[in-house]
C-alpha cells in the first residue's frame, strides 16, 4: 500500500523558512515523479514543483521559483520542499504527491501539512 507520512509544516513570519519532509512506504520513491502541491483557501489546488524520476528535472510554479527547493534521500526514501523567504500568500495546504507517469495529475497523495506565514 502506497503511503505517505508529511512533516514540518507550522506557523512562520514572513521571511522564515521551513522545510517540509514527506516519507514514503510502499513503493520506491526514486521510480516515481514526485511533486509537491498546495491549496489555499479560496483558491484552486496549485501545483508548486515536481522532480521527475527518469531524468531529475524540476519544475517550479513562477510563484516559488527561486526560493523553494524540492529534493529526494533516496536511501531515506523521502522527498523534501525547502521553503526560503516565505511570505503571507505561501500560507496554505501543502500535499506531497507521487505517479509513475504523469506528476500533473498524481494518484498517489500525502494528507497534508499546514503552512501558515503570519507576523
Known amino acids: 500500500e502506497v503511503q505517505f507520512v508529511e512533516s514540518g509544516g507550522g506557523l512562520v513570519q514572513p521571511g522564515g523558512s521551513l522545510r517540509l519532509s514527506c516519507a514514503a512506504s510502499?513503493?520506491?520513491?526514486?521510480?516515481?515523479?514526485i511533486g509537491w502541491f498546495r491549496h489555499a483557501r479560496g483558491k484552486a489546488r496549485e501545483a508548486v514543483s515536481w522532480?521527475?524520476?527518469?531524468?531529475?528535472?524540476?519544475y517550479y510554479s513562477d510563484s516559488v521559483r527561486g526560493r523553494f527547493t524540492i529534493s529526494r534521500d533516496n536511501a531515506k526514501n523521502t522527498v523534501y520542499l525547502q521553503m526560503n523567504s516565505l511570505k503571507p500568500e505561501d500560507t496554505a495546504v501543502y500535499y506531497c504527491?507521487?505517479?509513475?507517469?504523469?506528476?500533473?495529475?498524481?494518484?498517489?497523495w500525502g494528507q497534508g501539512t499546514q503552512v501558515t506565514v503570519s507576523s
Open positions: 504527491a507521487a505517479d509513475p507517469i504523469n506528476i500533473r495529475v498524481p494518484n498517489y
Open positions: 510502499g513503493f520506491t520513491l526514486d521510480a516515481y515523479a
Open positions: 522532480l521527475l524520476s527518469r531524468d531529475n528535472n524540476t
